[in-house]
């Protein structure tokens, strides 16, 4: 084994040239999003007010396959890609499974996590619209993170919303992103209508990711110069984390395999879909039989439980409306520490291959996380991120299946962030005091109840 290639990079010219837009080869494209006022189909013109011009062109185009990567943002690649493909030998050792465990490892990137993928390119495109200043939301604070260092690489200012309880309890992450130089908010706010809306109602509030996202749009809307930027969700998000799944697949080449399984953890879809959907297009035109696993936390099950529906993508309704799997934009998960993956709903791309069989969901409890972290941590040395846990516990279901029959598949998954910023999380795993939430039925079936009023 010794003598066996363990990581495999690419050198920098071949890092990719273009992003991959999987719309372009859907067989049944994802229906169209909807003008929260109108009820009419979007038009890239709609989102102007909102996004760099564009990002909304990238976000509605169904045709082209492939979009050129600007040689700015590249060059800002280059600083950490390739990131390592790396196989686990520790990890399959370890699990005794005679399945091949290659994880591709995101939390190499300067900010920790594969985030930083789609914030260079946001900020490069409303820079080159000259546009001054950024705003968004963050939650456990990784896409404010990414997004603070993002705009100062391309000299805009950036006001990032902070979830309350996260400013508070995640001191580190809010340090990180004034470090880089953002102003940091914490959510919600008296500085919007919507933040002032929500405490006025209830004064002690400790925020939501809809609420910050709420605050972050109408400051956008308000501000000349100023644009929204989201780190998850959207279509071309999804698009710019394709470069981590091109890579990829050349590096799975160099190893002489093809996965066949590619896993990740889900929150709103960018890691998952960057990693699969330039393995979904041999799915799609060639009929290749890999399969996708998408790995969310059962405490927030949109994939595994939730209804494909229209819904806002924001607790105010400020967004337009999304064809999606959904919990209801009303729903307030757990706070569970994997609090990249605490959204109510899921990406449209993802939502129409789930529906139409091409990817499959498994929701995974907090302590079955932490305990597979825990495993990857020893026999791999790096921490993950708790929500990258998540994609760890489903590798292990899989490998371990592969135990009982014998099976030698290959396994692919996204290791897309570190953890080292998350030891409290660890901590209360270690001490045995973190909890395991679930979602009754009941629950759920209330939430998606007041969504037929919206369509
Ligand atoms: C934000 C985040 C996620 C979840 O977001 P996706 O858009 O679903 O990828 C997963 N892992 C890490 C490390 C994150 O920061």
Known sequence: MSDKQKRFFLSEDEIPRQWYNIQADMVTKPLPPIHPATHQPLKAEDLYPIFAKELCHQELDTEHAWIDIPEEVRDMYKYYRSTPLVRAYGLEKA??????????????SPVGSHKLNSALAQAYYCKQEGITNVTTETGAGQWGAALSYAAKV???EAAVYQVKISYEQKPYRRSIMQTYGAQVTPSPSMSTRAGKDVLTRDPNNQGSLGTAISEAVELAMTTPNCKYVLGSVLNHVSLHQTVIGLEAEKQMEMAGEYP????ACFGGGSNFGG????????????????????????????????VFQYDFGDLSGLTPLLPMYTLGHNFMPANIHAGGLRYHGAGMIISQLLKDGYMEA?????????????????????????????????????????????EEKVILF???????????????FLAGSLLDFEVTDEEVAKNIAELDKII
């Open 260 to 263: 066949d399984i590619v896993i």
């Open 362 to 406: 498994v929701d995974i409890v907090q302590s079955e996380s932490f305990k597979a972290g825990l495993m990857f941590s020893k026999c791999e040395g790096i921490i993950p991120a708790p929500e990258s846990c998540h994609a760890i516990a489903a590798t292990i279901r899989e490998a371990n299946k592969c135990k009982e029959t014998g």
């Open 275 to 306: 990693i699969s959907f330039p393995f979904m297009r041999h799915k799609i035109k060639e009929g290749k039989q890999t399969r996708f696993i998408a790995a969310e936390p059962s405490s927030c099950p949109k994939l595994t439980r939730g």
């Open 414 to 428: 996204n290791l897309s962030g570190h953890g080292l910023i998350d030891m409290t999380a660890y901590d209360q």
């Open 95 to 108: 699990l005794g499974t005679p399945a091949h465990i290659y994880f591709k490892n995101e939390s190499v």
């Open 154 to 156: 391309f000299g805009l």
